[in-house]
């Protein structure tokens, strides 16, 4: 079959090489080329990365609604679209082209989880499982028909990086499921349930600042959905720390009262942070300007005081 992808970040550009091993990918539409890194070198997306090792065409226009870049799909003779983390709006004129119609890869279990950041926030809201969904794209945000979808874990101490780790080869799978299901024929679309759906929303730079006033729980799962990006923060003497990875201490091992924020090294090698309802190990910790490192090596390196919190 012959296939238009429209993908930008790794997700997409595993799914892209996995379709491209067993159909026509005749080209891909992604997001521009953006600078990144220390000296903001001019770095093109995962998936366009995959199109030119390839050697499949590819396209990024400033608009979608552009009449010369729907006049070129029109041109490609795809028999079907095929959507993964694209993170645009694609207009009627575009989706509705190819014969077969266009699909989108979203992952949760729809019509739970639509919108942004789907995995980050399943796991923010400390969900035992996720899923993953292939379906129809209309004029509404994730809300077509669903063609295939599957139900996955999601283990207590996985972070969103886990979860995409998880999710990236059953997304793939499934693509290739609903693809060949219409191919045949044989797609029987469901509509989804209105009544169930929920939404979520962009993860912004406050959205990642620790709340020290919350529950341990609620601090430990937005560290994790927030890892690896952009990763929650809090602010220390003045300056920002990233955390990358939490605990919740086990039974009454920890008899101190809590102020949250307030810092507690714990039989001087283990740094605890004060929530509302006990204590949150910080395990791996980032200090502005510097690297990863551990409990240990900032208690060493910064001796944190009776009068240091994090904010």
Same mark, same amino acid.
């Given at each position: 079959?012959?296939?238009?992808?429209?993908?930008?970040?790794?997700?997409? %550009?595993?799914?892209?090489? #996995?379709?491209?091993?067993?159909?026509?990918?005749?080209?891909?539409?992604?997001?521009?080329?953006?600078?990144?890194?220390?000296?903001?070198?001019?770095?093109?997306?995962? %998936?366009?990365?995959?199109?030119?090792?390839?050697?499949?065409?590819?396209?990024?226009?400033?608009?979608?609604?552009?009449?010369?870049?729907?006049?070129?799909?029109?041109?490609?003779?795809?028999?079907?679209?095929?959507?993964?983390?694209?993170?645009?709006?694609?207009?009627?004129?575009?989706?509705?082209?190819?014969?077969?119609? =266009?699909?989108?890869?979203?992952?949760?279990?729809?019509?739970?989880?639509?919108?942004?950041?789907?995995?980050?926030?399943?796991?923010?809201?400390? #969900?035992?499982? =996720?899923?993953?969904?292939?379906?129809?794209?209309?004029?509404?945000?994730?809300?077509?028909?669903?063609?295939?979808?599957?139900?996955?874990?999601?283990?207590?101490?996985?972070?969103?990086?886990?979860?995409?780790?998880? !999710?990236?080869?059953?997304?793939?799978?499934?693509?290739?499921?609903?693809?060949?299901?219409?191919?045949?024929?044989?797609?029987?679309?469901?509509?989804?349930?209105?009544?169930?759906?929920?939404?979520?929303?962009?993860?912004?730079?406050? /959205?990642?600042?620790?709340?020290?006033?919350?529950?341990?729980?609620?601090?430990?799962?937005?560290?994790?959905?927030?890892?690896?990006?952009?990763?929650?923060?809090?602010?220390?003497?003045?300056?920002? !720390?990233?955390?990358?990875? =939490?605990?919740?201490?086990?039974?009454? #091992?920890?008899?101190?009262?809590?102020?949250?924020?307030?810092?507690?090294?714990?039989?001087?090698?283990?740094?605890?942070? *004060? =929530?509302?309802?006990?204590?949150?190990?910080?395990?791996?910790?980032?200090?502005?300007?510097?690297?990863?490192?551990?409990? /240990?090596?900032?208690?060493? *390196?910064?001796?944190?005081?009776?009068?240091?919190?994090? #904010?």
């Amino acid at each position: 079959m012959r296939i238009g992808f429209f993908g930008t970040p790794q997700i997409a %550009a595993y799914c892209l090489g #996995e379709l491209a091993k067993a159909h026509d990918v005749a080209f891909i539409v992604s997001n521009d080329d953006k600078p990144c890194g220390r000296h903001l070198k001019i770095q093109c997306c995962p %998936a366009k990365e995959v199109a030119l090792e390839r050697g499949i065409r590819f396209y990024h226009p400033e608009s979608l609604k552009e009449k010369p870049f729907i006049d070129a799909l029109g041109l490609e003779g795809a028999d079907l679209f095929v959507v993964v983390a694209f993170g645009r709006i694609i207009p009627r004129d575009v989706f509705g082209m190819p014969r077969l119609g =266009t699909i989108n890869l979203h992952p949760s279990l729809l019509p739970r989880y639509r919108g942004a950041a789907p995995v980050e926030w399943a796991i923010i809201n400390g #969900e035992t499982g =996720t899923g993953v969904t292939v379906q129809m794209i209309n004029e509404r945000l994730d809300a077509g028909d669903i063609i295939v979808q599957e139900r996955i874990p999601i283990p207590p101490d996985f972070t969103a990086e886990d979860l995409y780790d998880a !999710v990236r080869p059953l997304g793939a799978a499934l693509l290739l499921k609903a693809i060949d299901l219409l191919g045949a024929g044989k797609a029987r679309p469901l509509p989804q349930n209105e009544e169930e759906a929920t939404y979520c929303g962009k993860i912004d730079h406050e /959205l990642a600042h620790i709340d020290w006033n919350a529950g341990t729980m609620g601090i430990h799962n937005l560290v994790r959905g927030l890892n690896p990006r952009p990763g929650a923060w809090t602010g220390f003497r003045g300056t920002h !720390v990233k955390i990358w990875k =939490t605990a919740r201490p086990a039974g009454d #091992e920890l008899r101190d009262h809590a102020v949250p924020g307030h810092l507690l090294i714990h039989q001087k090698k283990r740094l605890l942070a *004060g =929530t509302a309802d006990g204590w949150i190990e910080i395990l791996s910790l980032q200090p502005e300007t510097k690297r990863v490192m551990d409990g /240990l090596s900032f208690i060493n *390196g910064y001796r944190p005081g009776p009068g240091d919190r994090f #904010e």
